[in-house]
């Protein structure tokens, strides 16, 4: 049996805490022996692309595997169909 750790990059699991990806899980690779301090991901909602950034927290080690959490950034992202302005006033008909 051989060693291929030698030969492939470090990876880590990205946890995603909250926003559109939450509670999924990834492996990623790191970029200079580090986890990426954001990430950007894309998807398709309601038809449209959409894009969403997220931002590193707290990170720990679990049988030699490391986990990031990463939290959504709303002001980065693009905006979802539904989501309330929370700078717009409510109108009552």
Same mark, same amino acid.
């Given at each position: 049996?051989?060693?291929?750790?030698?030969?492939?990059?470090?990876?880590?699991?990205?946890?995603?805490?909250? %926003?559109?990806?939450?509670? #999924?899980?990834?492996?990623?690779?790191?970029?200079? %022996?580090?986890? /990426?301090?954001? @990430?950007?991901?894309?998807?398709? @909602? +309601?038809?449209? +692309?959409?894009?969403? /950034?997220? #931002?590193? %927290?707290?990170?720990?080690?679990?049988?030699?595997?490391?986990? @990031?959490?990463?939290?959504?950034?709303?002001?980065?992202?693009?905006?979802?169909? %539904?989501?309330?302005?929370?700078?717009?006033?409510?109108?009552?008909?």
């Amino acid at each position: 049996m051989s060693d291929t750790s030698s030969t492939e990059p470090d990876r880590y699991v990205a946890e995603y805490l909250d %926003g559109p990806l939450e509670g #999924t899980t990834e492996h990623r690779y790191l970029e200079d %022996g580090k986890p /990426e301090s954001r @990430v950007t991901q894309y998807a398709l @909602v +309601d038809g449209t +692309d959409a894009m969403f /950034e997220y #931002t590193a %927290g707290e990170t720990r080690t679990i049988n030699d595997e490391l986990f @990031v959490q990463y939290s959504y950034d709303q002001g980065d992202s693009d905006p979802l169909q %539904g989501q309330a302005d929370p700078n717009e006033r409510s109108k009552h008909l």
